[in-house]
């Protein structure tokens, strides 16, 4: 899937996407794949499988879509 950095909390590690389909998605920080946290900007856009955990969708694999 896609979507974009909707909100970081980077004092706890974690965040959401806005997906294209609308949907909000949690991601937490070892979801990253070849980029540091503390290197994401809101807004940035973003690719990611989509996984099930026992509180919901949540984000797996997340990389940065780079221009």
Same mark, same amino acid.
Do not use: P, Q, W, Y
């Given at each position: 899937?896609? #979507?974009? +950095?909707? %909100?970081? +909390?980077?004092?706890?590690?974690? #965040?959401? +996407?806005?997906? $294209?389909?609308?949907?909000? /998605? =949690? =991601?937490? %920080? &070892?979801?990253?794949?070849? +980029?540091? =946290? !503390? &290197?994401?900007?809101?807004?940035? $856009? /973003?690719? =990611? ?6 509180? #919901? !969708? %949540?984000?797996?694999? /997340? &990389? /940065?879509? &780079?221009?």
């Amino acid at each position: 899937m896609k #979507g974009k +950095i909707k %909100r970081l +909390i980077r004092d706890r590690g974690f #965040g959401f +996407i806005s997906a $294209e389909n609308e949907a909000e /998605v =949690f =991601f937490h %920080r &070892t979801a990253l794949k070849s +980029i540091e =946290f !503390d &290197t994401l900007n809101e807004g940035d $856009e /973003v690719e =990611f499988d989509l996984e099930k955990d026992r509180r #919901g !969708d %949540r984000a797996a694999n /997340v &990389t /940065v879509i &780079t221009a």
